[in-house]
C-alpha cells in the first residue's frame, strides 16, 4: 500500500512539473530557475570582457573565469561550485567585468552560479571564449638582457619580437650546458609549464651559486608554429665575501682608471686577470705575470668588475672598478 501512495505522489509532482513548463512554452510570464544571459565582447589576445544579465527570479550571482589547466588544477581541491564562491565575482544585477593579463590562443570558460530570491544557489553554467592568436609568420626572435648581477641573483629579462606566439626560457649553469649540451637544456627548459611565455618575462632568478657561469637560453615559436632560432646569454655571478682590494693579497691601483690598470700581489704568476661588465659578461681576459697591468683603455667610462682567479679557475679575488 505504501508503494502504491508513492508513486501517486510521484506522479502528481511530474504533472505538475510538466504543467508549469507547458505554461512557460506558451508564453506566460511565469518563469521557474533564475538564469544569466552572459555576452562576450572587445576579445584580444590577452583580454575579454562579459556582460550579465539576470532574469527576474535571480536574486544575485557569482561568477568565475578559467582555462582548462587551471580547471584541472584547482578542482582537485575542491568542485567547481565551491571555486565558483571562494574566487568569483558576486554580483546583484547586471554587471559587466573585463579579463586582462590572460593567455593567447587559450580557451577560458565563464562559470555562472545564480541564487533564486529566497537566496538557494542554482547548479551553475558557462560559455566559453577564446583569446585571440597572438604573433606573425616571419621568425620568432627572442632578445636577452642581464642585470643587477649579485653573488646570488640576476635579473632576466627576455622579450619576444611581434612574430612570436609563445616562447620558452630558462636558465642553466654553463658548465651543465657544456656537458650536455643545447638541445638537450632546451628539453629541460620545455619539460616545465612554467618556463613557457607570451609576454616578456622580466625576472629575478634567486639562489644562484657565487662565482658561477650561468647561460640564459630562449627559444620561441611564431603563429605558423615554426621555431625561431635560439637566443643565449652567458654570464657569471659575482663572488662571495670580497670587499678590499688586499682580499687574497691582491692590490689594484690606479682607482679610478683611466689607462693600465696594475695588479699585485703574491703567488699571482698563471692567474687570469678577467674584466665583466656590469651585467655579468666577460669583457676581457689575461693570463698574469707576478706583478702585471690590465689594459682599459678600450674599455667605455663606466663601472665593471675585475675578478682574478686561479689556474683552476677559482676566483681569488674581485673589485668593482671604474673607468674614466
Given at each position: 500500500?505504501?508503494?502504491?501512495?508513492?508513486?501517486?505522489?510521484?506522479?502528481?509532482?511530474?504533472?505538475?512539473?510538466?504543467?508549469?513548463?507547458?505554461?512557460?512554452?506558451?508564453?506566460?510570464?511565469?518563469?521557474?530557475?533564475?538564469?544569466?544571459?552572459?555576452?562576450?565582447?572587445?576579445?584580444?589576445?590577452?583580454?575579454?570582457?562579459?556582460?550579465?544579465?539576470?532574469?527576474?527570479?535571480?536574486?544575485?550571482?557569482?561568477?568565475?573565469?578559467?582555462?582548462?589547466?587551471?580547471?584541472?588544477?584547482?578542482?582537485?581541491?575542491?568542485?567547481?561550485?565551491?571555486?565558483?564562491?571562494?574566487?568569483?565575482?558576486?554580483?546583484?544585477?547586471?554587471?559587466?567585468?573585463?579579463?586582462?593579463?590572460?593567455?593567447?590562443?587559450?580557451?577560458?570558460?565563464?562559470?555562472?552560479?545564480?541564487?533564486?530570491?529566497?537566496?538557494?544557489?542554482?547548479?551553475?553554467?558557462?560559455?566559453?571564449?577564446?583569446?585571440?592568436?597572438?604573433?606573425?609568420?616571419?621568425?620568432?626572435?627572442?632578445?636577452?638582457?642581464?642585470?643587477?648581477?649579485?653573488?646570488?641573483?640576476?635579473?632576466?629579462?627576455?622579450?619576444?619580437?611581434?612574430?612570436?606566439?609563445?616562447?620558452?626560457?630558462?636558465?642553466?649553469?654553463?658548465?651543465?650546458?657544456?656537458?650536455?649540451g643545447l638541445d638537450s637544456a632546451k628539453t629541460i627548459i620545455r619539460s616545465n609549464p612554467t618556463n613557457i611565455h607570451y609576454t616578456t618575462d622580466d625576472w629575478v632568478w634567486p639562489s644562484l651559486s657565487?662565482?658561477?657561469?650561468?647561460?640564459?637560453?630562449?627559444?620561441?615559436?611564431?603563429?605558423?608554429?615554426?621555431?625561431?632560432?635560439?637566443?643565449?646569454?652567458?654570464?657569471?655571478?659575482?663572488?662571495?665575501?670580497?670587499?678590499?682590494?688586499?682580499?687574497?693579497?691582491?692590490?689594484?691601483?690606479?682607482?679610478?682608471?683611466?689607462?693600465?690598470?696594475?695588479?699585485?700581489?703574491?703567488?699571482?704568476?698563471?692567474?687570469?686577470?678577467?674584466?665583466?661588465?656590469?651585467?655579468?659578461?666577460?669583457?676581457?681576459?689575461?693570463?698574469?705575470?707576478?706583478?702585471?697591468?690590465?689594459?682599459?683603455?678600450?674599455?667605455?667610462?663606466?663601472?665593471?668588475?675585475?675578478?682574478?682567479?686561479?689556474?683552476?679557475?677559482?676566483?681569488?679575488?674581485?673589485?668593482?672598478?671604474?673607468?674614466?
Open positions: 500500500m505504501k508503494k502504491t501512495v508513492t508513486l501517486v505522489l510521484m506522479l502528481s509532482f511530474l504533472t505538475a512539473v510538466s504543467a508549469q513548463r507547458d505554461v512557460v512554452s506558451e508564453g506566460k510570464s511565469v518563469l521557474v530557475d533564475p538564469a544569466v544571459t552572459v555576452t562576450i565582447t572587445n576579445v584580444t589576445e590577452s583580454s575579454f570582457t562579459a556582460s550579465f544579465t539576470p532574469n527576474a527570479e535571480c536574486s544575485r550571482y557569482e561568477y568565475l573565469a578559467m582555462n582548462d589547466q587551471e580547471i584541472m588544477i584547482w578542482t582537485a581541491l575542491m568542485p567547481v561550485e565551491n571555486l565558483i564562491t571562494t574566487w568569483g565575482i558576486s554580483a546583484v544585477g547586471p554587471d559587466t567585468h573585463t579579463w586582462e593579463e590572460m593567455l593567447p590562443n587559450m580557451t577560458y570558460k565563464i562559470f555562472v552560479k545564480p541564487y533564486d530570491t529566497g537566496s538557494t544557489p542554482y547548479p551553475y553554467t558557462y560559455i566559453e571564449v577564446t583569446t585571440l592568436e597572438q604573433g606573425g609568420v616571419g621568425t620568432s626572435c627572442i632578445s636577452i638582457s642581464v642585470s643587477e648581477i649579485t653573488d646570488s641573483t640576476a635579473r632576466v629579462i627576455c622579450t619576444p619580437n611581434d612574430e612570436t606566439a609563445s616562447f620558452f626560457d630558462g636558465l642553466v649553469t654553463t658548465e651543465l650546458l657544456d656537458e650536455i657565487s662565482g658561477t657561469g650561468y647561460t640564459v637560453i630562449a627559444f620561441g615559436l611564431n603563429a605558423a608554429g615554426e621555431w625561431g632560432p635560439d637566443s643565449t646569454l652567458a654570464f657569471t655571478t659575482l663572488s662571495a665575501g670580497v670587499g678590499n682590494y688586499e682580499t687574497h693579497h691582491i692590490i689594484l691601483y690606479p682607482v679610478p682608471v683611466n689607462g693600465p690598470l696594475h695588479i699585485a700581489g703574491s703567488d699571482l704568476a698563471g692567474c687570469r686577470a678577467q674584466i665583466f661588465s656590469i651585467n655579468g659578461q666577460l669583457i676581457s681576459e689575461k693570463t698574469l705575470e707576478a706583478d702585471d697591468t690590465v689594459v682599459t683603455d678600450k674599455l667605455s667610462a663606466g663601472v665593471y668588475v675585475l675578478r682574478v682567479v686561479d689556474a683552476q679557475g677559482t676566483a681569488l679575488g674581485q673589485k668593482k672598478i671604474v673607468v674614466e
